[in-house]
């Protein structure tokens, strides 16, 4: 008897499909926030290798000549590779690191994207009573689902993005 009442409660739910990697793609913010945090990655890129490279010389340079160096010459050397490989690997960390740059800029341009489309998706499913709302494109557990509940170009519309 439970069992049977699950059952019948579980019909009367309704559900409903999004594909985000389709709504990003015809929403131009999207596209220019990718391609900012892309030109910025390309530079902090660049100033993390310039001192990569700085540590590989100051390396290179120390092995060609440290069978002419001295005890304290040898360790002042071998202190400068170090320090600029540890350089090298702070500035991975302020750009690249969990709490760093690029984490920073892309939450603070694709947060005001994302927030709008959860509005979107759930103003559309209290109207239409779902109860809940599945990304399709995150949901690899999904084999197949009726497109007649995707709400993907309802969320583009309600956005203001026809398609």
């Not at 090298?88 to 994207?113: H, T, V, W």
Request: proline share 3%.
């Amino acid at each position: 008897m439970l069992l049977m009442a699950w059952c019948l409660g579980a019909q009367a739910q309704r559900y409903a499909l999004i594909d985000m990697e389709y709504i990003l793609g015809n929403i131009p913010a999207y596209e220019r926030a990718n391609n900012q945090l892309s030109q910025d990655s390309k530079t902090w890129q660049a100033a993390v290798d310039k001192v990569t490279e700085e540590a590989k010389k100051l390396y290179k340079a120390y092995q060609s000549h440290v069978s002419t160096l001295n005890e304290p010459q040898r360790a002042a050397e071998e202190e400068k590779i170090v320090a600029k490989e540890k350089e090298a690997a702070e500035l991975r960390r302020q750009y690249f690191g969990p709490e760093g740059e690029f984490y920073k800029k892309r939450e603070s341009l694709l947060s005001p994207i994302n927030d709008e489309i959860y509005e979107a998706v759930k103003e559309i499913a209290n109207q239409r009573g779902y109860v809940m709302v599945i990304d399709r494109a995150s949901a690899q557990s999904i084999i197949y689902a009726s497109p007649t509940i995707d709400i993907s170009n309802e969320v583009l519309n309600k956005l203001g993005y026809s398609n």
